[in-house]
């Protein structure tokens, strides 16, 4: 009877240990797969920040592109100034739209 009660006993205090032993072998495992994780980036995120700054290049180009208007309609009342704003407007918005994607 002392014996199995001590066998028992052993068997709760091993299976803590075996527990334990676990968590330490697996966890640079665990601590590599969350670095790679990190470091790498989903098709998910790729998408999401390619629509962001898809997003991003039609605010510029409609904020230029109100600029340019607006001084295409003082070039027309005559101001010369604006007529060169306008040109100088519609090449940045030019060089924004022939960005890479």
Same mark, same amino acid.
């Given at each position: ?32 797969? &969350? %670095?790679?994780?990190? $470091? ?5 995120? *790729?998408?999401?920040? +390619?629509?962001?700054?898809?997003? #991003?290049?039609?605010? &510029? %180009?409609?904020?230029? $592109? ?5 001084? *295409?309609?003082?070039? +027309?009342?005559?101001?010369?100034? #604006? ?14 739209? *022939?960005?890479?994607?």
């Amino acid at each position: 009877m002392r014996v199995i009660v001590i066998a028992a006993l052993a068997a709760m205090l091993l299976s803590g240990c075996v527990s334990a032993v676990k968590t330490v072998v697996t966890a640079p495992v665990k601590a590599v797969g &969350q %670095v790679a994780d990190w $470091s790498t980036t989903s098709q998910d995120e *790729a998408d999401r920040n +390619r629509g962001r700054e898809l997003r #991003q290049r039609e605010e &510029q %180009v409609g904020k230029l $592109s109100r600029q340019r208007d607006k001084a *295409a309609n003082k070039c +027309r009342d005559g101001n010369a100034d #604006q007529c060169r704003r306008a040109e100088i407007l519609d090449h940045e918005i030019e060089a924004v739209m *022939a960005q890479p994607r």
